[in-house]
């Protein structure tokens, strides 16, 4: 893909998003965080793009997923008011129609369009199927992790200041109550992805966000997750007894081992 199209791609996509500016304050500040994420989502994309030395197309192909891969949120907030996807429609296909509705990827060749479709609408599935090929696997987990990433950003960020601008968005209308489901404990002990299915509290949901750790496929995501502090950070938030210390002390040493090359 050439820098032309990814820079038109970021055009469409502010004059996409303006569309949804609200008077609306509860509407607003989720429009804003989603654009907000999208873009820090497609740095991610970039910095990890950096650490393989991909070449100058490859890069803006993964920053055109990056830039796209929540295109269904600003339509599904609108007309929900819940990112829950089970109350309301899959925001990765609901994203995926939408671009092939408004021909956005028109510009470019089918097997380019094929990839950024594929990666989007397989960005918030608990795993990827079998059969995609080389590179659009290698596109795939390159925007999950991006994601994951900033995710662990505005969670983090969300629950540092919470009281003073509380976002009821981000808990999913779960209860933040000292509560969590043991087994989620037992998954990440066991490095298994967690199913967000049973997920009963704002602690599971932070265990859930814990074991992505098992989710994550390049080492500048791992780099990156240890030099902002999210594991530690996110840890803080839950109950401190010894199953939680065992589960940070398990992280800690699953991503000190792919950092330091033995995994």
């Not at 970021?10 to 509860?26: A, I, L, M, T």
């Not at 990839?115 to 090929?133: E, G, Y």
């Not at 779960?174 to 992805?193: A, F, K, Q, T």
């Amino acid at each position: 893909m050439e820098k032309d199209n990814y820079q038109y791609f970021r055009k469409w996509f502010s004059q996409y998003v303006r569309s949804f500016y609200s008077d609306d304050p509860y509407i607003a500040q989720n429009i804003e965080l989603k654009e907000d994420h999208s873009l820090r989502v497609c740095q991610n994309a970039s910095l990890i793009c950096g650490s393989e030395q991909l070449p100058d197309d490859e890069l803006y192909l993964a920053m055109t997923i990056a830039l796209f891969h929540d295109i269904g949120r600003f339509e599904q907030f609108q007309k929900y008011r819940t990112f829950k996807d089970s109350e309301s429609e899959n925001h990765a296909l609901l994203g995926v129609n939408i671009l092939r509705f408004e021909k956005v990827l028109s510009p470019l060749p089918s097997e380019e369009q094929e990839i950024i479709c594929t990666a989007i609408s397989h960005h918030n599935a608990k795993k990827l199927p079998q059969n995609l090929d080389r590179e659009c696997l290698f596109h795939c987990r390159l925007v999950r992790d991006a994601d994951k990433l900033d995710i662990l950003k505005v969670l983090d960020d969300h629950y540092s200041m919470k009281d003073k601008s509380p976002n009821p968005a981000l808990e999913l209308g779960l209860p933040d109550i000292p509560e969590y489901s043991h087994y989620m404990v037992d998954d990440i002990l066991n490095n298994r992805i967690s199913s967000t299915a049973g997920v009963r509290t704002c602690n599971d949901l932070r265990l859930a966000r814990l074991a992505w750790v098992f989710d994550m496929h390049f080492p500048e995501t791992f780099r990156l997750v240890a030099e902002k502090g999210y594991i530690e950070r996110t840890i803080a938030q839950l109950p401190q007894d010894p199953d939680i210390r065992r589960v940070r002390d398990h992280l800690n040493s699953c991503i000190d081992s792919v950092l330091s090359g033995k995994d």
